[in-house]
Each structure stands twice: as structure tokens, then as C-alpha cells.
């Protein structure tokens, strides 16, 4: 290996599909979250892998998400989590299905599908049940279905909403507050529908906290990407990617000599520095900088030193035996991202789907 690369390990995708399925009741269908370039891996990759596993549903953020996996041929149904309305052309002309979660957006896409003479054309209700992003909020469902009976135009396909903190068990009294609002939302929808659209509301930890919460159809983001949310779980997962780079050059460093812009680390000792070619333009915040962050070289811990550089970091190698050109794991298969991202106060989202698209993504099967 020459360079820094992410190494996206699909057999660990399939087995975190397959770990997931297994929570599931026979007949709940599972939805893959796969925006934000699948979680900073690569969308395409991931999608195509988790449709041949026979996944339901796929979810993108943004409607040029979507339209990216339609034209590198995915054909499973693919919801759009957050579309704005200047993209609703683009989400029908490539057979996006967006999520209603307002007024103005539901008179908005209304009017399109009227415009373009569709019928019953896929669309997602979505409530918020206490998360306070988006969706319908003590709304009066009537007000919804008023609307919904005015045109032959759409069809709901599914109601969901979203869970604030399922992976809090100091918060499973709002959790299952959150869980019985939705269910009345849905009851209500339902009974004025004359028909029974598909029900959705757990995410991740709610697959593994919250069993009786799995309504028609789970949504699994971070779950699939190898990450469970509890230690224990996160054994039971396996990291998709991996981040890895090499050493570029070492340096012997001299008491009192400093490494790095603003001289940010002085040596209180003999040792030696390695510099590795990433840096925050990378994705390795400069918070991880002055020996918060560590990289993992030949099996043990190399602390970073100094600030981190927008193309490289340096690295303390005094007690490790290594040289140029070896290799260096950042964060995924012994080296968890769970652990780095929490010496920052951070969390293993953030850290991974902060990977610069300039890192060339590999994919192994």
C-alpha cells in the first residue's frame, strides 16, 4: 500500500444485514440508510450489496442522493428523507419517493403531481413525535387526510416518525411516550385513509431496545456500518470501513525541539516523530490534535502530536518499532471508531462520515 485509503469490507456489511435481520419478527421489512455517501463509505457500493441481500427499502438525506443511485442502476424504492421543493421534478422523473413532513410541502408536491397527471404516486407521511426536526406536529390529522382526499394524484405509502434518544436507557419513559404518540398519529391516519399504509419508526437502537416498536418496517443506518450504539453490541457488528495510511517519513526528535505549526508540541524527551499524508481536509479534526487522538501502528497506539495539518499528521513512534512505509490504521478493524471519536466528545458518525471524497474508497468482497 502507497496511500491512504478506505477499505469498505462488504462481507462486514452483509453480516451486520444479516446480525439486524435476525432481530427482526419474519414479516417487518428493513430499510438501509445510505445517505451521506453511506455513512462516508460509498453509497453505490453499499446499495448494490444490501440489494442483492434483499433489502426493502433504501433512504437518502437528499434528492441528488437518490438520483445518483437510480443512474448506477439500483432499482429498490428509495425514500427521501429530507427533500426541498425545488427538487420535486427530479424526484419524480427518477421514481424517488419524498417525505411529506409539512403543509407547505404537501400542497407543494401536490400541485406537481397534479400538474404532471400522475396517479397515486408514492409519498411518505411523517410525524414528529418529539425529536423536533422535522414532521407533522400536534397536528390535527384531518387536516392531512382533507388534503390527502382532495387528489387522486398521491397514495401514502408509509407513516413514520423518528426516535430522539433509543440508545439512552435513561430516556426509555420519552422513547415509549414517543412510541405511543406515534401510534395514535398512525391509528387516526389509518382509520380516515381507508386503507392501511406501511409503519415505521425504529432506527438502529430501537431494533435492539425496543422490540415491540418494529411496526412494518425497521430503518438501519449506523447499524450497518459495523456500530451498535452499546459496547456489547458492537461486538456482535463488524466495521464496514476502514481507514488506513502509511508512514512518510520519521523523524528523531531532540529535547526541546518542537513539531508542527505554532510549535504546538514540545519534546520533554528524546524521540521520534512519524508524519502520516492525512490530515483535517482528510477528515481528522484538528480537535484530535495535541495528543487527544491516536492512530494505531503495529498494533499499539501512536498519539498525535502537535496540531493536525490540513494534509498530514504527526505522530509520536518513540516506543513502537516501526518504519517508513508501514502501515497505519486509523480508525475501523482494530481500531475502533467508537473509542477515537469519544476522546474528542465526539461520536463514531461524525468521525466516519467525515472521510474526504479525495481518499479513494476499496472495496473488498
Request: hydrophobic share 40%; glycine share 8%; with cysteine.
Amino acid at each position: 500500500m502507497s496511500h491512504t485509503v478506505l477499505e469498505l469490507d462488504l462481507n462486514a456489511l452483509s453480516h451486520n444485514y444479516d446480525y439486524l435481520r435476525s432481530k427482526l419478527e419474519p414479516d417487518v421489512k428493513m430499510l438501509g440508510v445510505v445517505k451521506a455517501y453511506a455513512y462516508g463509505s460509498a453509497s453505490v457500493a453499499v446499495a448494490k450489496k444490501l440489494e442483492e441481500k434483499g433489502i426493502d427499502y433504501l433512504a437518502v438525506a437528499y434528492t441528488a442522493e437518490g438520483v445518483a443511485l437510480r443512474e448506477a442502476g439500483i432499482k429498490t424504492p428509495i425514500l427521501v428523507l429530507h427533500p426541498q421543493i425545488e427538487n420535486f421534478d427530479q424526484i419524480i422523473k427518477h421514481q424517488l419517493e419524498p417525505s411529506i413532513y409539512s403543509f407547505r410541502v404537501l400542497k407543494a408536491f401536490t400541485e406537481i403531481a397534479e400538474a404532471q397527471g400522475l396517479k397515486a404516486y408514492p409519498i411518505h407521511i411523517k410525524f414528529n413525535t418529539g425529536l423536533n426536526r422535522l414532521g407533522f406536529k400536534d397536528v390535527n390529522e384531518k387536516d392531512i387526510l382533507e388534503q390527502l382526499h382532495a387528489t387522486e394524484a398521491l397514495k401514502v405509502k408509509s407513516l413514520f416518525s423518528h426516535l430522539a434518544a433509543s440508545e439512552d436507557p435513561n430516556e426509555r419513559t420519552f422513547t415509549l411516550q414517543q412510541i405511543e404518540t406515534f401510534e395514535n398519529n398512525a391509528k387516526h391516519m389509518i382509520a380516515g385513509l381507508g386503507y392501511t399504509p406501511m409503519l415505521h419508526q425504529s432506527n438502529t437502537s430501537a431494533i435492539i431496545n425496543y422490540p415491540q416498536a418494529q411496526f412494518d418496517m425497521v430503518r438501519s443506518g449506523i447499524g450497518l456500518y459495523g456500530y451498535g450504539n452499546t459496547q456489547e453490541e458492537d461486538l456482535k457488528l463488524k466495521p464496514v470501513a476502514t481507514l488506513k495510511t502509511v508512514i512518510s517519513q520519521i523523524h528523531d526528535i531532540a529535547i526541546g525541539e518542537t513539531v508542527g505549526y505554532n510549535r504546538a508540541h514540545t519534546a520533554a524527551k528524546l524521540g521520534r516523530s512519524a508524519t502520516l499524508p492525512i490530515g483535517h481536509a482528510d477528515g481528522i479534526s484538528r480537535a484530535y490534535g495535541k495528543g487527544r487522538g491516536y492512530v494505531m501502528i503495529n498494533g499499539k497506539k501512536a498519539p498525535i502530536i502537535g496540531n493536525v495539518c490540513m494534509d498530514m499528521i504527526m505522530v509520536d513512534v518513540t516506543k513502537i518499532d516501526c518504519e517508513e512505509g508501514d502501515e497505519v490504521i486509523i480508525f475501523g478493524k482494530g481500531a475502533s471508531a467508537v473509542a477515537l471519536s469519544a476522546r474528542i466528545k465526539s461520536i463514531p458518525y461524525e468521525l466516519i462520515t467525515a472521510v474526504s471524497q479525495r481518499i479513494e474508497r476499496k472495496i473488498i468482497e
